[in-house]
């Protein structure tokens, strides 16, 4: 029996939605917490607001140390690590920069469990990393 080429075409395409962000990697993570951390700025140039509690860990997934990178011209990059230091996984994304501007690069080592704090301000009417711990 051979299927209508639009039902194929229909299950093709709902076979490659992700569900409630169970296919997301750890960078996209951090990028949709920025995301909704960004409501919490108010929209007065000079205004500052921090995220906190911000984890790439999901499930199994990246939940060694990690490092992370917010590049200056708009990537957002992490590199998770097994207990020996060894990059397991890395990943990358620029989702965040459709909310945040970043001041300049910020690349932090963390420990296996630890999250990070991203400060930010108001700037020229944009949300701009200023800070990332």
Known sequence: ?????????????????PGCGGLTDGATRIAY???AGVGGLAGTDGARHRISGISPAQGSECTGPYTVQ???VGA????CKDASGATVSSHSTTY???FVDTAQTFKLVKTAGSTLT???ERR???AVVVDVE
């Open 1 to 17: 029996m051979r299927l209508p080429s639009k039902l194929c075409l229909w299950m093709l395409v709902l076979a490659g939605i």
């Open 33 to 35: 917490a920025i995301e």
């Open 70 to 72: 917010f590049d200056q």
């Open 76 to 79: 957002l990059i992490i590199w």
């Open 96 to 98: 965040h920069g459709r």
């Open 118 to 120: 991203v400060a930010l």
């Open 124 to 126: 020229g009417g944009r």
